[in-house]
């Protein structure tokens, strides 16, 4: 038994750790040393390192911000949240291992905590716990001791009806004789009263199961595993990049005058006005600081196309691809660093903007949340790519759709624009401050998601039908949260949803009553 088990745990082990080599040791981070900027594995990092950071790299140890730059990072991996934490020495300069920069200029970074002193080696740390009986040893431990009391209770009996059996028959002669003789016959009946070959069978069936799941693409590292998942009763599964992709798409909208919701967009096959278009493809591939990866990092074609930076933003790059346009090339084409300008999101006006100089004069490109771009609104887009006249009436009916998109949980985002035929109408400063919060002509709203990921819906069902319940559990809003499960089939009619802060002020006796 002890030699088939090591076997196969120690098997898989080397499975597990060669799989983690070869990936750890392709890993690479930039650290300034000696005056110079040096590729090292982010294993080989100290403390007080300074490390080179840039967009697309992964933080290999928790870092504070030392130069005055402002980079984006995305905690998914600690915290589950999709949205990326905005970094800065002055704000917030801690830098978490683990986590990925999507938006940065060439920023450094000191080393402050690596391996179980990081916040990822906390949290592992944590995770590691002492190793308890499987459900079927404790039943096999309970059955064991059970027929070794049967065992004892019968070698017992044997042993004094042995006993009284030297007198009531033999007269007590050979008294010493027939003690030893009741006494071997009691000790045979307790050794093979033990199953000592059940264990091994048990073992054999778990290794047995370990090859079958490897078939199905399950990779076991410990032989209890399979046995232990057999016996789950509940999944409290993650929603970001679990449930979801940890992909942001465009799968509904308002665009050139026209309303689309999810089954209508088409992944994005939709046939609206070209000249109407061409204003949302140029601020998508323009105003932006994000940008589409197709290929790994050993030259392979990417599934889907992978966005380094703002999700939001890549979610619009997708778009446009599927229009069949290319934002490498627009951008290239019609931005010029030296004259033109993007400007970051503004917490104050809830939007990003970009001045663009063109050949009829300068465009000034808007994109922000809805509700407040909106109100800035004086015109919209119509099917033919001419601006109207907004009336109250059009912006009360556009703000009833951005809210009936905002209750299927997608994010919704307004793009406009606004142009000058003479730079003498602009402001002084409009390369400072441009004009982005009045008379903006509306080219669409967009909506937002995370979707599903293809296998989710079945993989739900097949575990409710199996007896298991599946809850999920997410950082998001609950509005948002019950519309993603309800659509997975996580959250039905008669469901239940609570808040954290909520939960924790629940009783034991209050959280049975509302957790089957």
């Known amino acids: ?90 704000t917030d ?26 916040q990822w080696g906390k949290i592992k740390a944590n995770l590691v716990m002492e190793s308890v009986n499987t459900p079927l040893q404790d039943k096999l431990q309970t059955m064991t001791e059970q027929i070794g009391y049967v065992g004892m209770f019968s070698a017992a009996a044997t042993f004094i009806a042995l006993v009284v059996n030297i007198w009531a028959k033999n007269h007590g002669e050979e008294v010493v004789q027939g003690f030893i003789d009741a006494f071997i016959q009691a000790v045979v009946i307790i050794v093979v009263a033990i199953p000592e070959g059940l264990p091994l069978a048990v073992t054999i069936a778990l290794s047995y199961s370990t090859s079958k799941m490897y078939q199905d693409q399950c990779f076991i590292r410990v032989l209890a595993a399979c046995e232990t998942m057999g016996n789950a009763t509940n999944i409290c599964s993650d929603k970001t990049g679990t449930l979801t992709e940890n992909r942001m798409t465009v799968v509904a909208g308002y665009y050139a005058d026209q309303k689309f919701n999810q089954e209508e967009f088409n992944g994005g096959k939709i046939d609206i006005n070209d ?82 100089h063109t050949k009829e004069g300068v465009t000034i490109f808007c994109k922000g949340a809805s509700e407040w771009v909106i109100q800035d609104c004086t015109h919209f887009t119509d099917k033919n790519g001419i601006a109207q006249l907004m009336t109250s009436e059009k912006k009360a009916d556009l703000e009833a759709f951005i809210n009936s998109m905002a209750e299927l949980a997608l994010r919704t985002l307004t793009l406009s624009h606004k142009c000058y035929s003479n730079g003498d109408k602009l402001p002084p400063d409009y390369m400072e401050n ?83």
Request: charged letters at 25%; aromatic letters at 6%.
């Open 93 to 118: 300069p801690f830098l978490l291992s683990s986590c990925l920069i999507t938006q940065a200029d060439e920023t450094r970074a000191m080393v402050i905590g690596i391996g179980t002193h990081s």
């Open 275 to 356: 000249a109407a278009k061409q204003f949302i493809v140029d601020q998508a591939c323009i105003s932006r600081t994000a940008y589409l990866v197709y290929k790994d990092s050993e030259g392979k074609e990417l599934p889907a196309p992978m966005c380094i930076g703002n999700k939001t933003e890549g979610a619009l790059l997708v778009m446009c691809k599927t229009w069949g346009y290319d934002d490498e090339q627009i951008r290239t084409s019609k931005f010029d660093e030296n004259k033109d300008k993007v400007f970051a999101f503004n917490s104050s006006k809830k939007r990003s903007s970009t001045v663009v």
């Open 1 to 90: 038994v002890a030699n088939i088990s090591a076997g196969n745990d120690y098997s898989k082990e080397l499975q597990f750790r060669a799989l983690e080599h070869t990936s750890a040791d392709d890993e690479r981070v930039s650290v300034y040393r000696s005056g110079a900027v040096d590729r090292i594995n982010p294993k080989d990092c100290v403390v007080g390192d300074i490390i080179v950071i840039q967009a697309g790299d992964s933080i290999a140890a928790d870092s504070i911000v030392l130069d005055g730059s402002v980079c984006y990072a995305s905690e998914a991996a600690l915290t589950g949240e999709p949205e990326d934490m905005k970094k800065t020495k002055d």
């Open 434 to 516: 441009p004009p982005d919060n009045c008379d903006l002509v509306l080219d669409c709203i967009v909506g937002i998601i995370d979707p599903l990921r293809g296998d989710v819906n079945d993989a739900v069902r097949i575990a409710q039908e199996a007896g298991v319940t599946v809850r999920m559990v997410t950082g998001d809003n609950l509005a948002t949260a019950k519309a993603i499960a309800r659509k997975c089939g996580i959250y039905k009619d008669g469901g239940y949803g609570i808040e954290g802060p909520v939960m924790r002020k629940m009783t034991p006796k209050d959280l049975d009553a509302i957790i089957p």
